[in-house]
């Protein structure tokens, strides 16, 4: 059976085609996700899922490639979603049965609230946020690039920018900041 729908040709757009590789291809597929799934009701649904999203893009099918391809690729992605939706479930179920955890400590307290504190708020955002994620909570550069969504290597420059511009800040006394020692500012 696997070679004749290897070598069925399909037109896309065609219900009639569309149908042939449904019911050449459904117990392939459904296969396949019980394997990546490990549960056969989920396994189905997804497939189930695959085929809706296949049916809405048949017209735009391009025969480039083999149409059961196409459709592995559809049911994998779907089931690659289903997981990731469980896991995140499972995660909120775990954190209902244990319950919300004690309040932090207020990481604003942290920062002082004298000259460098208003210094930092003169600075861009960007700038401040590195500041902070590296000298207040001593994040690494490959941490801060996670959090701020930029490249490892921009972290770098972007913290030193912001080291020049806050000893500016601090060390000029018409800024309307003070006139706190250089040595205030963190340094690596």
């Given at each position: 059976?696997?070679?004749?729908?290897?070598?069925?040709?399909?037109?896309?757009?065609?219900?009639?085609?569309?149908d042939r590789?449904?019911?050449?291809?459904?117990?392939?597929?459904?296969?396949?996700?019980?394997?990546?799934?490990?549960?056969?009701?989920?396994?189905?649904?997804?497939?189930?899922?695959?085929?809706?999203?296949?049916?809405?893009?048949?017209?735009?099918?391009?025969?480039?490639?083999?149409?059961?391809?196409?459709?592995?690729?559809?049911?994998l992605n779907?089931?690659?979603?289903?997981?990731?939706?469980?896991?995140?479930?499972?995660?909120?179920?775990?954190?209902?049965?244990?319950?919300?955890?004690?309040?932090?400590?207020?990481?604003?307290?942290?920062?002082?609230?004298?000259?460098?504190?208003?210094?930092?708020?003169?600075?861009?955002?960007?700038?401040?946020?590195?500041?902070?994620?590296?000298?207040?909570?001593?994040?690494?550069?490959?941490?801060?690039?996670?959090?701020?969504?930029?490249?490892?290597?921009t972290v770098?420059?972007?913290?030193?920018?912001?080291?020049?511009?806050?000893?500016?800040?601090?060390?000029?006394?018409?800024?309307?900041?003070?006139?706190?020692?250089?040595?205030?500012?963190?340094?690596?």
């Amino acid at each position: 059976m696997a070679d004749v729908a290897e070598r069925a040709t399909y037109t896309p757009g065609d219900e009639g085609d569309f149908d042939r590789l449904y019911r050449a291809s459904y117990g392939r597929l459904l296969g396949t996700l019980i394997g990546v799934l490990g549960d056969r009701a989920a396994a189905e649904d997804c497939v189930q899922e695959a085929f809706v999203r296949a049916f809405k893009a048949w017209p735009n099918w391009r025969p480039a490639a083999p149409a059961e391809a196409w459709l592995h690729r559809i049911a994998l992605n779907v089931a690659v979603s289903h997981q990731r939706r469980m896991r995140l479930r499972e995660v909120g179920e775990l954190g209902r049965r244990l319950g919300r955890p004690d309040a932090p400590p207020d990481p604003a307290a942290a920062i002082e609230r004298g000259d460098l504190n208003m210094a930092l708020r003169r600075l861009p955002a960007k700038q401040a946020a590195a500041i902070v994620l590296r000298h207040y909570h001593g994040y690494s550069n490959r941490e801060i690039a996670y959090a701020l969504g930029i490249p490892e290597r921009t972290v770098a420059s972007r913290l030193a920018a912001a080291k020049l511009r806050l000893r500016a800040l601090l060390t000029d006394g018409d800024s309307g900041v003070g006139t706190a020692s250089v040595h205030s500012v963190p340094s690596d």
